[in-house]
Structure formats: C-alpha cells, structure tokens
Nanobody, 127 residues
C-alpha cells in the first residue's frame, strides 16, 4: 500500500530546532514530489514546503523562508524538513503528502486534490 509516515515532532522552546521525517513506501519515490503541510489550532491547512523529484527544486511559504530546509534522501525514500529558529507560530500538526507528479504541482494548484497523506506529527513551540 502507498504510505507516508511522519516522525520527529515534539515540544521545543522558541528558537530551537527540530527535524521532521517523512518515510515513503508503496510507490516509486522518484516519481513523485513530496510536500510538507501544517495545520495550526483553529487555522486552515497550509503548504509549508515542497521538493521536486524531477530536479530537486524546492518551495517554501514566506513565513518559513530562511528558517526551514526541505531535503530528500532517495536511498532511504525519506523527505526531511529541518526547522530552525522555531517560533510559537510554527506550532501545528505537520503532514507530508505525495504530490500527483514530480513537479510540486500542488504548490501552484492547491493541496486539496492530493490523496496520499501521512498521519501527522505534532510540533509544539513554547514561548
């Protein structure tokens, strides 16, 4: 079965760092871009970052640029989100999702048509 499993969330103080992992299985990893999304309490889900499996292009929402870095390890079929200088506003459940192609098309078309999601991992940033 197609599956994504997030890990690495937890409680961290403002200014701290955390690395999230998204382990993929059940599909050809190189055929699909992987995106990170988050949903804060009382807020809409938003795209955080995406990495293309075509050329490695990356995308970031403005609020995390310079603080977060997305990367992939093809040998491990895993995408990471390194989060530095964390802020309380980053508190959310973080999800990874399989895009429908190699190109992070969901970054431009929206995430609502994506079908394969992980279960989410909670990141809590204390002030």
């Amino acid at each position: 079965e197609v599956q994504l499993v997030e890990s690495g969330g937890g409680l961290v103080q403002a200014g701290g760092s955390l690395r999230l992992s998204c382990a993929a299985s059940g599909f050809t990893f190189d055929d699909y871009a992987i995106g990170w999304f988050r949903q804060a309490p009382g807020k809409e889900r938003e795209g955080v970052s995406c990495i293309s499996s075509s050329d490695g292009s990356t995308y970031y929402v403005d609020s995390v640029k310079g603080r977060f870095t997305i990367s992939s390890d093809n040998a491990k079929n895993t995408v990471y989100l390194q989060m530095n200088s964390l802020k309380p506003e980053d508190t959310a459940v973080y999800y990874c999702a399989q895009d429908r192609d190699k190109y992070c098309s969901s970054w431009f078309l929206g995430y609502r048509y994506l079908e394969v999601w992980g279960q989410g991992t909670l990141v809590t940033v204390s002030s």
